[in-house]
């Protein structure tokens, strides 16, 4: 292997589903739930016992489990002749290790390793003697009653069951594991199989509304303001009826479905022994990663190496966003911070002013308003570049139409840094004359480049790259 590739200290990334499972792992942990792994087979008369009439129509959508049988591979004298053409080997010993494989003493994927330590031959001449019995090519699938859970609720029941029967008076339990469903087609909204974040109270003491709290409790940490309960017309058969709700936030103005929940039906729950009242909720993550990360694709989120070009978060576009300029030494580095206090200290004088702010070394620099009655810096001159929601924005932290993408959005630097750093790299250089920036309106007018990619991206996904503003500042270099 290469060292290089052992060595390299960069760390990785990680999938945007799995991090923000982390996240709501610790979210869940933090309220007092423990986390339970629910099992993801389950039987078909679970589902009968906990949705009953309505059952068929569940198990409709869901994938049902088959296996194979263990063929008896019968040796006739024409499969002798073949086998000792291959190699020569005791074919009644061979005949017991095929007895114990229809017994399921030998595993189907230990069978050649098997026939290979037993007469001591090579792989590809035990495989070469398998391929000789027709039994092994036509494997029929034969169906079970077992299937992949379609919703987690089919492994609550069980669960719940389990621990009430050991005596436990009450329960707070989540699980974040996969649903699989034979959807119509998989579109932008639906996939086979994806990940569910499902919670359950069991207890004499909880009711619907302390639920809908605690729920809206658990939306507000992932930063979900704007949420909507709405209930169900018609209740699924293992929620009480009139329970049932559906949870709602907004994705490009749209309301979109995130979660289902309510109190779990008295009849399924008597169906498994459980003496109290049980509240569930229950999470797509996927659509939630969609959401916090402006995604309109669910393909593209989970499977971004089948659909489409990578998906960059805003912190990948933030990363990808680089002075255009500055300086290499220690020297140059000091200028920066020099130049960016002191348009800091001066914005607001009004001109005609001109401030020596460096003057060492044969260098002189100075910052000025050169026109009466203005101020030395614009009114943009104080915006700060930020990524969010996909877009790249240069905005005044300070103006509360900005609140939410200074509080979500991902900080890049201020448009005061980007000069110094520009000014900085001209003074380090020798280069001497005025410099005046006047207009921003893109990101190299303020000293900033983005890689080639995310630009492409950010153009695929509809998004903006906005740091337009007024500026007017002007820096001189001389000897």
């Keep these: 292997m290469n060292n290089l590739i052992i060595s390299q200290k960069i760390k990785g990334k990680p999938h945007l589903v799995t991090q923000f499972i982390e996240k709501f792992r610790t979210i869940l942990l933090n309220l007092g739930f423990d986390e339970t792994i629910n099992p993801s087979i389950v039987n078909e008369e679970d589902v009968y016992k906990q949705y009953g009439p309505e059952a068929p129509l569940i198990l409709d959508r869901s994938f049902y489990l088959a296996g194979l049988s263990r063929v008896e591979l019968g040796i006739s004298k024409k499969i002798i002749e073949q086998i000792h053409k291959i190699v020569d080997i005791d074919i009644s010993k061979l005949q017991k290790i095929f007895r114990e494989f229809k017994e399921g003493k030998i595993e189907a994927d230990d069978l050649v390793e098997e026939l290979v330590k037993q007469f001591k031959i090579k792989t590809e001449q035990a495989i070469n003697i398998l391929g000789l019995f027709p039994e092994m090519k036509k494997l029929e699938p034969i169906p079970t009653k077992l299937l992949l859970r379609s919703h987690?609720?089919?492994?609550?029941?069980?669960?719940?069951?389990?621990?009430?029967?050991?005596?436990?008076?009450?329960?707070?339990?989540?699980?974040?594991?996969?649903?699989f469903r034979k959807e119509q087609r998989q579109d932008a909204f639906h996939l086979y199989e994806s990940l569910s974040a499902s919670m359950v109270i069991?207890?004499?003491?909880?009711?619907?509304?302390?639920?809908?709290?605690?729920?809206?409790?658990?939306?507000?940490?992932?930063?979900?303001?704007?949420?909507?309960?709405?209930?169900?017309?018609?209740?699924?058969?293992?929620?009480?009826?009139g329970t049932e709700f559906e949870i709602f936030v907004k994705l490009n103005g749209k309301d979109v479905e995130i979660g289902d929940g309510g109190l779990y039906s008295l009849t399924s729950c008597a169906n498994y022994n459980i003496p109290?009242?049980?509240?569930?909720?229950?999470?797509?993550?996927?659509?939630?990663?969609?959401?916090?990360?402006?995604?309109?694709?669910?393909?593209?989120?989970?499977?971004?190496?089948?659909?489409?070009?990578?998906?960059?978060?805003?912190?990948?576009?933030?990363?990808?966003?680089?002075?255009?300029?500055?300086?290499?030494?220690?020297?140059?580095?000091?200028?920066?911070?020099?130049?960016?206090?002191?348009?800091?200290?001066?914005?607001?004088?009004?001109?005609?002013?001109?401030?020596?702010?460096?003057?060492?070394?044969?260098?002189?620099?100075?910052?000025?308003?050169?026109?009466?009655?203005?101020?030395?810096?614009?009114?943009?001159?104080?915006?700060?570049?930020?990524?969010?929601?996909?877009?790249?924005?240069?905005?005044?932290?300070?103006?509360?139409?900005?609140?939410?993408?200074?509080?979500?959005?991902?900080?890049?630097?201020?448009?005061?840094?980007?000069?110094?750093?520009?000014?900085?790299?001209?003074?380090?250089?020798?280069?001497?004359?005025?410099?005046?920036?006047?207009?921003?309106?893109?990101?190299?007018?303020?000293?900033?480049?983005?890689?080639?990619?995310?630009?492409?991206?950010?153009?695929?996904?509809?998004?903006?790259?906005?740091?337009?503003?007024?500026?007017?500042?002007?820096?001189?270099?001389?000897?």
């Excluded at 008076?169 to 996969?178: A, C, E, M, T």
């Excluded at 409790?217 to 009826?241: C, D, G, H, M, W």
Aim: net charge positive; aromatic share 10%; charged share 25%.
């Design 152 to 179: 987690m609720t089919a492994a609550w029941y069980l669960t719940v069951s389990s621990l009430a029967q050991k005596g436990t008076d009450s329960l707070k339990l989540f699980s974040i594991g996969p649903r």
């Design 202 to 241: 069991a207890s004499k003491k909880i009711n619907l509304k302390q639920g809908k709290e605690l729920t809206k409790e658990i939306l507000e940490k992932l930063n979900f303001e704007k949420v909507k309960f709405q209930t169900k017309a018609a209740t699924s058969n293992y929620y009480t009826q």
């Design 276 to 479: 109290y009242p049980v509240f569930n909720v229950g999470f797509g993550v996927e659509r939630i990663v969609m959401i916090m990360n402006n995604i309109n694709d669910i393909r593209s989120l989970v499977y971004p190496q089948f659909y489409g070009q990578t998906f960059f978060s805003d912190e990948d576009i933030a990363k990808g966003v680089n002075f255009n300029q500055q300086p290499k030494t220690q020297q140059g580095k000091i200028l920066v911070k020099k130049i960016a206090d002191a348009i800091a200290k001066y914005k607001d004088e009004i001109g005609v002013k001109n401030f020596l702010i460096h003057n060492e070394q044969n260098l002189k620099i100075f910052i000025s308003e050169p026109e009466k009655d203005k101020k030395l810096l614009g009114p943009a001159g104080l915006n700060v570049v930020y990524v969010y929601g996909g877009n790249i924005l240069g905005i005044n932290e300070q103006d509360q139409k900005f609140t939410e993408v200074v509080k979500k959005g991902v900080r890049v630097c201020s448009y005061i840094e980007a000069f110094s750093n520009s000014f900085a790299n001209l003074a380090e250089k020798k280069l001497f004359g005025n410099y005046t920036i006047k207009m921003a309106d893109t990101l190299p007018s303020i000293n900033l480049t983005l890689k080639k990619e995310l630009e492409q991206f950010i153009i695929s996904q509809q998004k903006k790259i906005d740091v337009r503003g007024p500026v007017f500042l002007d820096c001189e270099i001389t000897k």
